[in-house]
């Protein structure tokens, strides 16, 4: 029979959170049971949670930044064991076989992929995520959490992480690169590090100076106010790269024009309204813009690798959440932009019910 777990949930669409004793599975040959020590506050869990973007599952517990130890692995499991430190991220399971899966998207998964929450998996069964004390996932979903890297700090690169790793890496940070970020945010601090550590000059671009020491602090060489006409005005055609983290309605050409002959700008924000870009503005200057989405498994396991190796963690804020109250709270402080840079919820403070 299926076990339970305390765990946090929301029963309808602008509720406040409850706790529960959230049923998980019992283990397949192929699961591995994850006590949860600490859950990232991702943004995607507030516009799921809040039916922001539609087709939401209530009672639905959220969270996809999850960090842990195994507790309990099934009879065919050979990638981890009782004690290891692990993670989970945005899928639980693809069906292995699509070209997408054989290529290490499982992201793109053809069947299509199961994400961690608010997803029904194969079984027909609704996902519920890291939001709680304990997670069952198959092995193939679950990544090693490397020394080096505290669990609290290591939650959020399971998104925040390789959604900036995976771009950088695919157009070419590094040495002799200039590369800007859009936001200094949960996503934006992650990449302003990311590119610093992979040895790019990094520049962050934000609507006021209010966190230029901060980006600084962060690997950041040099700090513009978009607000300032005459700062941007100087910038243009000043960088290969630039990463758009934030979800705000942009005037996307003006920053098609900081860009180089040849560059991209790289968009991992989700704004409710379409961008608006004067053909134009890509075309002089052979310009790019594109999108992307997480990682695959082994692309996270190597941007957890990269992180460990460069001592790179999130930036967090611990929660304490034996008041569920408290992560509706931390909620609103994310839709305000009023944290530095993830809040991190310390799973053992739910309450048992």
């Given at each position: 029979?299926?076990?339970?777990?305390?765990?946090?949930?929301?029963?309808?669409?602008?509720?406040?959170?409850?706790?529960?004793?959230?049923?998980?599975?019992?283990?397949?040959?192929?699961?591995?049971?994850?006590?949860?020590?600490?859950?990232?506050?991702?943004?995607?869990?507030?516009?799921t949670g809040r039916d922001e973007w539609g087709a939401a599952h209530y009672p639905l517990t959220p969270g996809h930044e999850i960090a842990?130890?195994?507790?309990?692995?099934?009879?065919?499991?050979?990638?981890?064991?009782v004690g290891d430190r692990v993670g989970v991220g945005c899928l639980v399971d693809s069906c292995t076989e699509c070209e997408n899966?054989?290529?290490?998207?499982?992201?793109?998964?053809?069947?299509?992929?199961?994400?961690?929450?608010?997803?029904?998996?194969?079984?027909?069964?609704?996902?519920?995520?890291?939001?709680?004390q304990q997670v069952v996932v198959t092995e193939r979903m679950v990544?090693?959490?490397?020394?080096?890297?505290?669990?609290?700090?290591?939650?959020?690169?399971?998104?925040?992480?390789?959604?900036?790793?995976?771009?950088?890496?695919r157009w070419g940070a590094g040495p002799g690169r200039r590369v800007a970020v859009i936001g200094v945010g949960g996503l934006g601090h992650m990449a302003v590090k990311i590119a610093a550590a992979m040895g790019a000059e990094v520049t962050t671009l934000s609507r006021s100076d209010a966190k230029a020491a901060d980006a600084i602090e962060l690997g950041a060489s040099r700090h513009i106010a978009t607000?300032?006409?005459?700062?941007?005005?100087?910038?243009?055609?000043?960088?290969?790269?630039?990463?758009?983290?934030?979800s705000a309605d942009l005037d996307m050409a003006q920053y098609l024009r900081l860009l180089r002959a040849n560059?991209?700008?790289?968009?991992?924000?989700?704004?409710?309204?379409?961008?608006?870009?004067?053909?134009?503005?890509?075309?002089?200057?052979?310009?790019?813009?594109?999108?992307?989405n997480i990682g695959g498994i082994a692309e996270t396991q190597e941007m957890l690798d990269f992180c460990a190796e460069h001592g790179l963690g999130s930036t967090i804020e611990l929660l304490d959440a034996s008041d569920p109250a408290a992560v509706d709270a931390a909620w609103d402080r994310v839709v305000a932009g009023d944290v530095r840079y993830r809040v991190v919820i310390d799973t053992a403070t739910i309450p048992q019910v």
């Open positions: 029979m299926p076990h339970t777990a305390p765990a946090l949930s929301l029963p309808s669409a602008g509720a406040p959170f409850e706790a529960v004793a959230l049923e998980r599975r019992d283990l397949r040959d192929d699961d591995v049971l994850i006590d949860v020590a600490f859950a990232g506050i991702c943004h995607s869990d507030i516009h842990g130890t195994v507790a309990a692995v099934g009879s065919a499991v050979t990638r981890h064991k899966c054989k290529n290490g998207q499982e992201m793109f998964c053809t069947k299509p992929s199961v994400g961690t929450y608010n997803s029904k998996g194969y079984d027909g069964e609704w996902t519920a995520g890291g939001y709680a990544v090693s959490i490397p020394e080096g890297l505290e669990l609290d700090v290591a939650a959020p690169l399971l998104c925040a992480g390789i959604t900036t790793y995976s771009p950088l890496k607000s300032d006409a005459a700062a941007m005005k100087a910038a243009r055609a000043s960088f290969d790269l630039i990463i758009n983290t934030v560059g991209v700008l790289a968009n991992v924000g989700l704004p409710n309204e379409p961008y608006s870009v004067p053909p134009f503005a890509l075309i002089g200057g052979n310009k790019v813009l594109t999108g992307s």
